[in-house]
């Protein structure tokens, strides 16, 4: 048995793999997906005001986090089952999908009653046990990459879960560590490019947490486009200024549709309708 990588390689022709993501999504075909949301579930006011202006900006999938993986155990660690339940709520009311994270095995029965997809964070990575229990999950992946693993490693990941019998994964370039500490991240966007021509998986790119900071998410974002990225996962809050985690990359509602908005004549120049947008066409030119 050979230990290099091998179902997740793209073979020559091969088209990237189309993953459901549920209510009609799909991300890796001609159409580019984003998937916003909060950080992390707050409440009830933050996630219905955050789901309702993301689908109002144009998003196609709510995320939000319940089970947080903070740096310090005293950081607020999410509202757990309660926050899934908001985040389900919300999204069913939206038709949107709704992707949350993961962090232990143990979470899977719960998870898998209120979410569409799943998240492997970054620094579970390579959590091979992890990854092997998700795998068996039956719903599609958002696999993170760990923000000090090499590309190689982020395919072998991505290797377990099509081993271990899940075909449906999304590959999220977040940002990697690097010598130049000024940003929160890296992002590695010749990553994205390069994870384009080595797999047939789709790759999103999430602009948090790879700047952190909110001036640089519509520029990372526009650039990711460009670059040939699949799709974004963004976070965004009504009131970025009282989130409990992650608020300095936030974008508020208004930001999140300036981003939305420039992203239209980027995805035009590559060739790319967002989401959705390729079956209006289809459908006002056959009248
Ligand atoms: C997140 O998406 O909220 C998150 C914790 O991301 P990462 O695992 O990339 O740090
Ligand atoms: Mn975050």
Not at 127 to 154: I, M, Q
Request: a neutral charge; aromatic letters at 4%; one cysteine or more.
């Amino acid at each position: 048995m050979s230990a290099t990588p091998n179902q997740v390689l793209r073979q020559a022709g091969q088209r990237t793999t189309e993953v459901p993501l549920g209510h009609g999504v799909r991300i890796g075909g001609s159409g580019f997906v984003v998937l916003a949301g909060p950080c992390a579930l707050e409440g009830q006011e933050q996630v219905e005001r955050t789901a309702a202006a993301v689908h109002h900006a144009g998003a196609h999938v709510l995320r939000g986090g319940a089970f947080k993986p903070r740096t310090s155990p005293y950081s607020f660690q999410g509202l757990g089952e309660p926050g899934l339940k908001l985040l389900k709520d919300a999204g069913h009311r939206l038709r949107l999908p709704v992707v949350s994270e993961v962090m232990d095995a143990q979470q899977l029965p719960v998870m898998l009653d209120y979410v569409d997809v799943l998240q492997i964070g970054a620094r579970n990575m390579q959590n091979f046990s992890l990854l092997r229990a998700v795998a068996k999950a039956g719903r599609p992946v958002v696999l993170k990459r760990g923000f000090g693993c090499t590309l190689e490693e982020w395919l072998l990941a991505a290797e377990y879960l099509l081993d271990g019998g899940q075909p449906n994964v999304v590959l999220c370039e977040r940002g990697i560590r690097s010598f130049d500490n000024t940003l929160r991240n890296t992002l590695d966007l010749a990553g994205v490019a390069w994870m384009k021509e080595r797999s047939h998986l789709p790759v999103i790119v999430d602009p948090s947490h790879s700047t952190g900071q909110r001036s640089l998410v519509t520029p990372m974002a526009l650039a990711a486009a460009a670059a040939g990225a699949d799709g974004l996962m963004v976070e965004v809050h009504p009131t970025p200024e009282a989130a409990l985690c992650d608020g300095p990359q936030a974008l508020t509602p208004t930001l999140f549709e300036g981003l939305m908005q420039a992203l239209a004549p980027v995805l035009a120049a590559v060739g790319r309708p967002l989401f959705g947008q390729e079956l209006r066409r289809a459908v006002g030119g056959a009248r």
